[in-house]
Protein backbone atom coordinates (compact mmCIF):
# COMPACT_ATOMS: atom_id res chain seq x y z
CA UNK A 1 0.00 0.00 0.00
CA UNK A 2 1.61 3.28 -1.20
CA UNK A 3 1.87 6.53 0.92
CA UNK A 4 -1.09 8.04 -0.89
CA UNK A 5 -3.26 5.18 -0.12
CA UNK A 6 -2.26 5.22 3.70
CA UNK A 7 -3.56 8.97 4.10
CA UNK A 8 -6.38 8.94 2.34
CA UNK A 9 -7.79 5.65 4.64
CA UNK A 10 -6.29 7.61 7.33
CA UNK A 11 -8.30 10.69 6.88
CA UNK A 12 -11.55 8.43 6.05
CA UNK A 13 -11.07 7.10 9.24
CA UNK A 14 -10.66 10.02 11.20
CA UNK A 15 -13.77 11.28 9.31
CA UNK A 16 -16.08 8.54 10.20
CA UNK A 17 -14.99 8.76 13.91
CA UNK A 18 -15.83 12.31 14.16
CA UNK A 19 -19.53 11.54 12.85
CA UNK A 20 -19.62 9.02 15.44
CA UNK A 21 -19.04 11.24 17.45
CA UNK A 22 -21.18 13.76 16.34
CA UNK A 23 -23.97 11.39 16.35
CA UNK A 24 -23.34 10.40 20.02
CA UNK A 25 -23.23 14.52 21.07
CA UNK A 26 -26.28 15.71 19.49
CA UNK A 27 -28.73 12.10 19.18
CA UNK A 28 -29.31 10.29 16.26
CA UNK A 29 -32.71 12.12 15.34
CA UNK A 30 -30.75 15.27 14.90
CA UNK A 31 -27.68 13.21 13.15
CA UNK A 32 -30.28 11.73 10.69
CA UNK A 33 -31.98 14.80 9.61
CA UNK A 34 -28.62 17.25 9.06
CA UNK A 35 -26.13 15.11 8.43
CA UNK A 36 -26.87 11.44 6.77
CA UNK A 37 -27.92 12.46 3.37
CA UNK A 38 -26.61 15.55 1.56
CA UNK A 39 -23.83 16.75 3.89
CA UNK A 40 -20.53 15.80 3.46
CA UNK A 41 -18.15 16.21 6.29
CA UNK A 42 -13.94 16.69 4.87
CA UNK A 43 -10.76 17.04 7.23
CA UNK A 44 -8.35 19.44 5.10
CA UNK A 45 -5.58 21.64 5.65
CA UNK A 46 -5.65 21.86 9.01
CA UNK A 47 -9.27 22.62 9.43
CA UNK A 48 -13.12 20.62 9.52
CA UNK A 49 -14.91 21.49 6.15
CA UNK A 50 -18.71 21.15 5.82
CA UNK A 51 -20.31 20.82 2.51
CA UNK A 52 -24.03 21.24 2.46
CA UNK A 53 -26.69 21.52 -0.51
CA UNK A 54 -28.49 25.04 0.23
CA UNK A 55 -27.90 28.21 2.13
CA UNK A 56 -30.41 26.87 4.72
CA UNK A 57 -28.87 24.08 5.65
CA UNK A 58 -25.20 25.96 6.15
CA UNK A 59 -27.21 28.86 8.50
CA UNK A 60 -28.63 26.08 10.39
CA UNK A 61 -25.74 24.03 11.23
CA UNK A 62 -23.70 27.39 11.73
CA UNK A 63 -26.17 28.53 14.09
CA UNK A 64 -27.20 25.56 16.18
CA UNK A 65 -23.71 22.98 15.00
CA UNK A 66 -21.36 23.92 14.70
CA UNK A 67 -19.80 24.33 18.40
CA UNK A 68 -20.63 20.45 18.29
CA UNK A 69 -18.57 19.86 15.34
CA UNK A 70 -15.60 21.37 16.41
CA UNK A 71 -15.53 19.99 19.99
CA UNK A 72 -16.07 16.29 18.52
CA UNK A 73 -13.50 17.06 15.94
CA UNK A 74 -10.58 18.23 18.65
CA UNK A 75 -11.36 15.24 20.82
CA UNK A 76 -10.72 12.74 17.64
CA UNK A 77 -8.06 14.69 16.18
CA UNK A 78 -6.25 16.23 19.30
CA UNK A 79 -6.17 19.55 18.03
CA UNK A 80 -8.22 22.79 17.56
CA UNK A 81 -9.47 22.70 14.00
CA UNK A 82 -11.60 25.68 12.79
CA UNK A 83 -14.82 24.53 11.36
CA UNK A 84 -16.04 25.88 7.69
CA UNK A 85 -19.42 25.20 6.33
CA UNK A 86 -19.51 25.46 2.50
CA UNK A 87 -22.17 25.38 -0.16
CA UNK A 88 -22.33 22.69 -2.75
CA UNK A 89 -25.42 22.32 -4.67
CA UNK A 90 -24.47 18.94 -6.54
CA UNK A 91 -25.27 17.41 -2.66
CA UNK A 92 -28.89 18.45 -3.48
CA UNK A 93 -29.14 14.99 -5.33
CA UNK A 94 -28.54 13.05 -2.23
CA UNK A 95 -31.37 14.99 0.05
CA UNK A 96 -34.48 13.00 0.33
CA UNK A 97 -37.77 14.18 0.62
CA UNK A 98 -38.29 12.72 4.05
CA UNK A 99 -35.42 14.10 5.51
CA UNK A 100 -36.52 18.10 4.33
CA UNK A 101 -39.84 17.26 5.74
CA UNK A 102 -38.14 16.30 8.88
CA UNK A 103 -35.87 19.02 8.71
CA UNK A 104 -39.12 21.43 8.83
CA UNK A 105 -40.76 19.67 11.72
CA UNK A 106 -37.90 20.25 13.59
CA UNK A 107 -36.70 24.24 12.83
CA UNK A 108 -40.53 24.36 13.82
CA UNK A 109 -40.62 22.55 17.19
CA UNK A 110 -37.36 24.66 17.85
CA UNK A 111 -38.99 27.90 16.57
CA UNK A 112 -42.47 27.17 18.34
CA UNK A 113 -40.41 26.67 22.00
CA UNK A 114 -41.61 22.90 22.27
CA UNK A 115 -37.99 22.30 24.04
CA UNK A 116 -36.43 20.37 26.83
CA UNK A 117 -37.96 22.47 30.04
CA UNK A 118 -35.69 24.71 31.62
CA UNK A 119 -36.06 26.68 34.94
CA UNK A 120 -34.68 30.11 33.76
CA UNK A 121 -31.86 31.30 31.29
CA UNK A 122 -28.94 32.14 32.16
CA UNK A 123 -27.35 35.21 31.45
CA UNK A 124 -25.41 35.08 28.27
CA UNK A 125 -21.50 35.38 28.41
CA UNK A 126 -20.91 38.30 26.50
CA UNK A 127 -18.69 38.62 23.75
CA UNK A 128 -18.31 41.34 22.38
CA UNK A 129 -17.71 45.05 23.00
CA UNK A 130 -18.71 48.52 21.06
CA UNK A 131 -14.74 49.24 20.98
CA UNK A 132 -14.39 46.63 18.80
CA UNK A 133 -17.19 47.31 16.35
CA UNK A 134 -16.03 48.83 13.22
CA UNK A 135 -17.95 51.60 11.89
CA UNK A 136 -18.42 52.24 8.33
CA UNK A 137 -21.17 53.97 5.96
CA UNK A 138 -23.44 50.51 6.43
CA UNK A 139 -23.88 50.96 10.19
CA UNK A 140 -23.08 54.56 11.24
CA UNK A 141 -26.22 55.46 12.05
CA UNK A 142 -26.96 52.32 14.14
CA UNK A 143 -23.55 52.56 15.65
CA UNK A 144 -24.50 56.19 17.13
CA UNK A 145 -27.92 55.47 17.91
CA UNK A 146 -26.17 52.62 20.19
CA UNK A 147 -23.64 54.59 21.75
CA UNK A 148 -26.39 57.29 22.55
CA UNK A 149 -28.45 54.54 24.42
CA UNK A 150 -25.18 52.90 26.25
CA UNK A 151 -24.47 56.40 27.59
CA UNK A 152 -27.76 57.33 28.54
CA UNK A 153 -28.95 57.74 32.01
CA UNK A 154 -32.63 58.24 31.00
CA UNK A 155 -33.44 56.18 27.69
CA UNK A 156 -33.48 59.06 25.01
CA UNK A 157 -35.70 56.79 22.85
CA UNK A 158 -37.23 53.45 23.64
CA UNK A 159 -37.01 50.64 22.07
CA UNK A 160 -33.59 50.82 19.71
CA UNK A 161 -34.34 48.44 17.58
CA UNK A 162 -31.97 47.30 15.53
CA UNK A 163 -32.68 45.21 12.11
CA UNK A 164 -30.64 44.20 8.76
CA UNK A 165 -29.52 40.65 6.94
CA UNK A 166 -27.44 37.80 9.25
CA UNK A 167 -24.11 38.47 10.09
CA UNK A 168 -24.05 42.71 9.46
CA UNK A 169 -23.14 42.91 13.74
CA UNK A 170 -26.47 43.68 14.87
CA UNK A 171 -25.79 41.21 17.62
CA UNK A 172 -21.88 43.01 18.67
CA UNK A 173 -24.09 45.82 18.67
CA UNK A 174 -26.26 44.65 21.41
CA UNK A 175 -23.66 42.80 23.38
CA UNK A 176 -21.78 45.84 23.24
CA UNK A 177 -24.57 48.11 25.12
CA UNK A 178 -25.00 45.36 27.46
CA UNK A 179 -21.00 45.36 28.26
CA UNK A 180 -20.62 49.09 28.25
CA UNK A 181 -23.47 49.29 30.78
CA UNK A 182 -22.12 46.80 33.00
CA UNK A 183 -19.11 48.43 33.32
CA UNK A 184 -20.99 52.03 33.93
CA UNK A 185 -20.75 51.27 37.43
CA UNK A 186 -23.62 51.73 40.18
CA UNK A 187 -27.14 50.31 40.66
CA UNK A 188 -27.64 50.00 36.64
CA UNK A 189 -24.05 48.21 35.75
CA UNK A 190 -26.03 44.89 37.71
CA UNK A 191 -29.45 45.45 36.13
CA UNK A 192 -29.06 44.38 32.58
CA UNK A 193 -29.67 41.32 30.80
CA UNK A 194 -29.12 40.14 27.07
CA UNK A 195 -30.82 37.40 25.68
CA UNK A 196 -32.36 35.82 22.22
CA UNK A 197 -36.20 35.65 21.87
CA UNK A 198 -35.53 31.98 22.19
CA UNK A 199 -34.47 31.77 25.13
CA UNK A 200 -37.12 34.79 26.35
CA UNK A 201 -39.39 32.05 25.08
CA UNK A 202 -38.18 29.16 26.34
CA UNK A 203 -37.75 30.27 29.80
CA UNK A 204 -41.42 31.83 29.48
CA UNK A 205 -42.65 28.60 28.98
CA UNK A 206 -40.13 26.77 31.53
CA UNK A 207 -41.88 28.91 34.55
CA UNK A 208 -45.17 28.73 33.35
CA UNK A 209 -45.05 25.23 33.64
CA UNK A 210 -42.90 24.80 36.65
CA UNK A 211 -45.88 27.32 38.03
CA UNK A 212 -43.21 30.15 38.73
CA UNK A 213 -43.99 33.18 36.47
CA UNK A 214 -43.71 35.74 39.46
CA UNK A 215 -39.82 34.91 39.36
CA UNK A 216 -39.69 34.92 35.69
CA UNK A 217 -41.32 38.73 35.75
CA UNK A 218 -38.91 39.60 38.92
CA UNK A 219 -36.07 38.78 36.25
CA UNK A 220 -37.50 40.74 33.89
CA UNK A 221 -39.68 43.05 34.60
CA UNK A 222 -37.15 45.14 37.11
CA UNK A 223 -34.33 45.69 34.56
CA UNK A 224 -32.33 48.77 33.52
CA UNK A 225 -31.44 47.16 30.29
CA UNK A 226 -33.40 44.48 28.12
CA UNK A 227 -31.66 43.12 25.46
CA UNK A 228 -33.02 40.76 23.03
CA UNK A 229 -32.17 39.61 19.92
CA UNK A 230 -33.77 37.61 17.31
CA UNK A 231 -36.82 39.33 18.15
CA UNK A 232 -38.58 37.68 14.62
CA UNK A 233 -38.17 34.40 16.65
CA UNK A 234 -41.84 35.87 18.45
CA UNK A 235 -43.63 35.11 15.32
CA UNK A 236 -47.28 33.56 15.84
CA UNK A 237 -45.76 32.89 19.42
CA UNK A 238 -49.37 34.55 20.77
CA UNK A 239 -48.97 34.15 24.09
CA UNK A 240 -45.00 34.89 24.79
CA UNK A 241 -46.01 37.52 22.44
CA UNK A 242 -48.49 39.00 25.15
CA UNK A 243 -45.76 38.28 28.02
CA UNK A 244 -43.29 40.32 26.20
CA UNK A 245 -45.64 43.21 25.89
CA UNK A 246 -46.43 43.29 29.58
CA UNK A 247 -42.72 43.05 29.83
CA UNK A 248 -41.93 45.90 27.40
CA UNK A 249 -44.59 48.30 28.92
CA UNK A 250 -43.23 47.11 32.84
CA UNK A 251 -39.84 48.46 31.57
CA UNK A 252 -40.59 51.13 29.85
CA UNK A 253 -42.73 52.60 32.72
CA UNK A 254 -40.09 52.54 35.05
CA UNK A 255 -37.85 54.99 32.58
CA UNK A 256 -35.60 51.94 31.86
CA UNK A 257 -34.26 51.00 28.01
CA UNK A 258 -35.25 47.85 25.97
CA UNK A 259 -33.04 46.80 22.84
CA UNK A 260 -34.17 45.00 19.90
CA UNK A 261 -32.40 42.68 16.69
CA UNK A 262 -33.85 41.53 13.97
CA UNK A 263 -33.55 40.20 10.72
CA UNK A 264 -36.01 42.01 9.50
CA UNK A 265 -38.35 45.57 9.91
CA UNK A 266 -41.25 45.21 12.63
CA UNK A 267 -43.74 45.72 10.27
CA UNK A 268 -42.07 42.56 7.95
CA UNK A 269 -42.05 40.39 11.20
CA UNK A 270 -45.18 38.02 10.21
CA UNK A 271 -47.46 37.62 13.05
CA UNK A 272 -46.32 40.26 15.45
CA UNK A 273 -49.39 41.71 17.19
CA UNK A 274 -49.95 45.08 16.27
CA UNK A 275 -49.51 46.81 19.86
CA UNK A 276 -46.01 45.12 19.65
CA UNK A 277 -45.38 46.44 16.38
CA UNK A 278 -46.51 49.99 17.37
CA UNK A 279 -44.39 50.24 20.50
CA UNK A 280 -41.76 49.05 18.19
CA UNK A 281 -41.68 51.75 15.50
CA UNK A 282 -42.53 54.44 18.83
CA UNK A 283 -38.64 54.11 18.79
CA UNK A 284 -35.91 54.54 17.02
CA UNK A 285 -36.16 51.66 14.06
CA UNK A 286 -32.48 51.50 12.20
CA UNK A 287 -30.87 49.14 9.63
CA UNK A 288 -27.17 48.13 9.55
CA UNK A 289 -26.45 47.13 5.73
CA UNK A 290 -24.47 44.70 4.20
CA UNK A 291 -20.76 46.65 4.70
CA UNK A 292 -19.57 48.55 2.03
CA UNK A 293 -15.95 48.21 0.08
CA UNK A 294 -14.68 50.63 2.39
CA UNK A 295 -16.16 49.14 5.21
CA UNK A 296 -15.19 45.07 4.46
CA UNK A 297 -11.97 46.74 4.27
CA UNK A 298 -11.56 47.89 7.35
CA UNK A 299 -13.25 44.95 9.05
CA UNK A 300 -10.48 42.52 7.61
CA UNK A 301 -7.41 44.75 8.84
CA UNK A 302 -8.66 44.54 12.22
CA UNK A 303 -9.16 40.77 12.06
CA UNK A 304 -6.23 40.41 10.47
CA UNK A 305 -4.72 41.91 13.16
CA UNK A 306 -6.91 39.93 16.30
CA UNK A 307 -5.67 36.86 14.62
CA UNK A 308 -2.48 38.03 14.59
CA UNK A 309 -1.78 37.62 10.70
CA UNK A 310 0.54 39.33 8.43
CA UNK A 311 -1.95 39.36 5.30
CA UNK A 312 -0.66 41.35 2.08
CA UNK A 313 -2.99 44.59 1.11
CA UNK A 314 -3.37 42.51 -2.34
CA UNK A 315 -5.00 39.56 -0.65
CA UNK A 316 -7.08 41.84 1.99
CA UNK A 317 -8.58 43.96 -1.08
CA UNK A 318 -9.05 40.26 -3.22
CA UNK A 319 -11.03 38.97 -0.51
CA UNK A 320 -12.82 42.60 -0.05
CA UNK A 321 -13.46 42.95 -3.31
CA UNK A 322 -14.86 38.91 -3.72
CA UNK A 323 -16.79 38.27 -0.61
CA UNK A 324 -19.22 40.95 -0.51
CA UNK A 325 -21.51 39.33 2.30
CA UNK A 326 -21.42 39.06 5.15
CA UNK A 327 -18.93 39.86 8.56
CA UNK A 328 -19.13 36.31 8.90
CA UNK A 329 -17.78 35.39 5.57
CA UNK A 330 -14.85 37.46 5.53
CA UNK A 331 -13.52 36.29 9.08
CA UNK A 332 -14.13 32.74 7.45
CA UNK A 333 -12.04 33.32 4.88
CA UNK A 334 -9.44 34.66 6.94
CA UNK A 335 -9.70 31.79 9.46
CA UNK A 336 -9.37 29.73 6.31
CA UNK A 337 -6.01 31.59 5.24
CA UNK A 338 -4.60 31.05 8.32
CA UNK A 339 -4.84 27.61 8.28
CA UNK A 340 -3.80 27.20 4.55
CA UNK A 341 -0.68 29.23 5.77
CA UNK A 342 -0.34 27.24 8.85
CA UNK A 343 -0.09 24.00 7.03
CA UNK A 344 2.21 24.92 4.53
CA UNK A 345 4.43 26.91 6.61
CA UNK A 346 4.90 29.84 4.75
CA UNK A 347 3.12 33.44 4.05
CA UNK A 348 0.20 34.34 2.84
CA UNK A 349 -0.66 34.58 -0.92
CA UNK A 350 -2.50 36.06 -3.47
CA UNK A 351 -2.70 32.46 -5.36
CA UNK A 352 -3.37 30.87 -1.83
CA UNK A 353 -6.49 33.35 -1.34
CA UNK A 354 -7.34 32.50 -4.86
CA UNK A 355 -7.62 29.05 -4.48
CA UNK A 356 -9.34 29.08 -0.56
CA UNK A 357 -11.77 31.28 -1.76
CA UNK A 358 -12.72 29.58 -4.78
CA UNK A 359 -15.90 27.99 -2.92
CA UNK A 360 -16.79 31.74 -1.07
CA UNK A 361 -16.89 32.96 -4.35
CA UNK A 362 -19.22 30.29 -5.79
CA UNK A 363 -21.72 31.64 -3.19
CA UNK A 364 -20.61 35.47 -2.87
CA UNK A 365 -21.22 36.22 -6.29
CA UNK A 366 -23.75 38.50 -5.84
CA UNK A 367 -24.38 40.56 -2.87
CA UNK A 368 -28.04 39.05 -2.37
CA UNK A 369 -28.13 35.34 -1.82
CA UNK A 370 -30.77 33.19 -2.23
CA UNK A 371 -30.76 32.54 1.87
CA UNK A 372 -30.99 36.24 2.19
CA UNK A 373 -34.29 35.68 0.02
CA UNK A 374 -35.53 33.16 2.10
CA UNK A 375 -34.81 34.53 5.26
CA UNK A 376 -36.76 37.39 4.63
CA UNK A 377 -39.59 35.69 2.97
CA UNK A 378 -40.37 33.22 5.80
CA UNK A 379 -39.96 36.21 8.42
CA UNK A 380 -42.47 38.23 6.85
CA UNK A 381 -44.84 35.01 6.13
CA UNK A 382 -43.93 33.78 10.01
CA UNK A 383 -43.03 30.47 8.42
CA UNK A 384 -39.40 29.01 8.76
CA UNK A 385 -36.94 28.22 5.79
CA UNK A 386 -36.94 24.88 6.20
CA UNK A 387 -40.83 25.05 5.44
CA UNK A 388 -39.96 26.45 2.10
CA UNK A 389 -37.45 23.45 1.11
CA UNK A 390 -40.23 20.90 2.50
CA UNK A 391 -43.16 19.15 0.35
CA UNK A 392 -45.21 21.17 2.62
CA UNK A 393 -48.22 22.43 0.32
CA UNK A 394 -50.27 24.48 2.81
CA UNK A 395 -51.60 27.96 1.34
CA UNK A 396 -48.90 30.10 3.35
CA UNK A 397 -46.03 27.71 3.18
CA UNK A 398 -46.79 27.67 -0.85
CA UNK A 399 -46.96 31.37 -1.38
CA UNK A 400 -44.04 31.91 0.46
CA UNK A 401 -42.34 29.27 -1.46
CA UNK A 402 -43.73 30.84 -4.71
CA UNK A 403 -42.45 34.61 -4.00
CA UNK A 404 -39.09 32.95 -2.97
CA UNK A 405 -38.69 31.55 -6.05
CA UNK A 406 -40.14 35.12 -7.75
CA UNK A 407 -37.47 37.19 -5.80
CA UNK A 408 -34.31 34.60 -6.65
CA UNK A 409 -35.05 35.28 -10.34
CA UNK A 410 -35.20 38.76 -9.99
CA UNK A 411 -32.31 39.51 -7.58
CA UNK A 412 -29.79 37.46 -8.11
CA UNK A 413 -28.06 35.84 -11.11
CA UNK A 414 -29.72 31.88 -10.81
CA UNK A 415 -30.76 30.12 -13.29
CA UNK A 416 -34.21 28.03 -13.03
CA UNK A 417 -32.00 24.58 -12.30
CA UNK A 418 -29.72 26.39 -10.22
CA UNK A 419 -32.78 27.93 -7.88
CA UNK A 420 -34.46 24.48 -8.05
CA UNK A 421 -31.31 22.59 -7.17
CA UNK A 422 -30.71 24.80 -3.66
CA UNK A 423 -33.96 24.38 -2.67
CA UNK A 424 -34.93 20.78 -3.34
CA UNK A 425 -36.78 21.51 -6.15
CA UNK A 426 -37.22 20.80 -9.97
CA UNK A 427 -36.59 23.38 -12.59
CA UNK A 428 -40.07 23.26 -13.73
CA UNK A 429 -41.97 24.19 -10.54
CA UNK A 430 -39.56 27.27 -10.56
CA UNK A 431 -40.13 28.31 -14.00
CA UNK A 432 -44.15 27.74 -12.75
CA UNK A 433 -43.76 29.66 -9.83
CA UNK A 434 -41.99 32.43 -11.80
CA UNK A 435 -44.86 32.70 -14.09
CA UNK A 436 -47.90 32.54 -11.63
CA UNK A 437 -46.13 35.84 -9.84
CA UNK A 438 -45.66 37.55 -13.07
CA UNK A 439 -49.57 36.67 -14.06
CA UNK A 440 -50.68 38.18 -10.80
CA UNK A 441 -48.34 41.30 -11.53
CA UNK A 442 -49.84 42.02 -14.66
CA UNK A 443 -52.90 41.48 -13.47
CA UNK A 444 -52.95 43.59 -10.40
CA UNK A 445 -53.76 40.29 -8.62
CA UNK A 446 -53.76 39.43 -4.82
CA UNK A 447 -51.82 36.97 -2.94
CA UNK A 448 -53.61 34.93 0.09
CA UNK A 449 -52.25 32.72 2.90
CA UNK A 450 -53.58 31.69 6.48
CA UNK A 451 -52.48 32.82 9.48
CA UNK A 452 -53.17 31.55 13.24
CA UNK A 453 -55.94 34.49 13.37
CA UNK A 454 -57.35 34.20 10.22
CA UNK A 455 -56.94 34.43 6.38
CA UNK A 456 -54.56 37.38 4.77
CA UNK A 457 -54.28 38.70 1.16
CA UNK A 458 -52.23 41.60 -0.36
CA UNK A 459 -51.64 42.99 -3.91
CA UNK A 460 -48.79 40.64 -5.10
CA UNK A 461 -47.07 43.73 -6.72
CA UNK A 462 -46.97 45.46 -3.13
CA UNK A 463 -46.02 42.23 -1.37
CA UNK A 464 -42.78 41.94 -4.06
CA UNK A 465 -42.18 45.95 -2.87
CA UNK A 466 -42.22 45.30 0.30
CA UNK A 467 -40.15 42.29 0.77
CA UNK A 468 -37.64 43.89 -2.06
CA UNK A 469 -37.03 46.90 0.08
CA UNK A 470 -35.05 44.53 2.43
CA UNK A 471 -32.86 43.80 -0.29
CA UNK A 472 -32.33 47.70 -1.81
Known amino acids: MDAVTELVRAEEGTVQRILAGLQDRIGPQRFKAWFKHGTRLDVEDGHVKVSVPNPFVANWIESHYRAEIAAVAETQTGKARPVLVTIDPSLTGEL ?4 LDT ?3 MVDKATQGRCRPRLSAAPTQLRYRLEDFVVGESNKLAYSAALTVA ?6 FNPLFIHG ?4 GKTHMLQGICDAVGRSGGAASAAWRYVTAEQFTNDFISSMRARKLEEFRARYRKLFLLAIDDVHFLAA ?6 EFLHTFNAIESSGNQIVLASDAHPRLVGELTEQLVSRFVAGMVVKIETPDPATRMAILRRRAQDLKLRVPMEVLE ?4 HIRGSVRELEGSLIKLAALAALAGGPIT ?5 EAMSDHLARTDSAITLGDIEAAVATYFGITPADIHSTRRMKTVSAARMIAMFLARRHTRMSFPEIGRAMGKNHSSVVLAVQRMEKLLNSDGQIAWRTPTGAKSMPAGRLVEMLSEQFA
Open 350 to 354: LQMAT
Open 151 to 156: GARKPP
Open 237 to 242: KRATQE
Open 165 to 168: PCGV
Open 103 to 105: QAE
Open 96 to 99: RRRQ
Open 318 to 321: YIGM
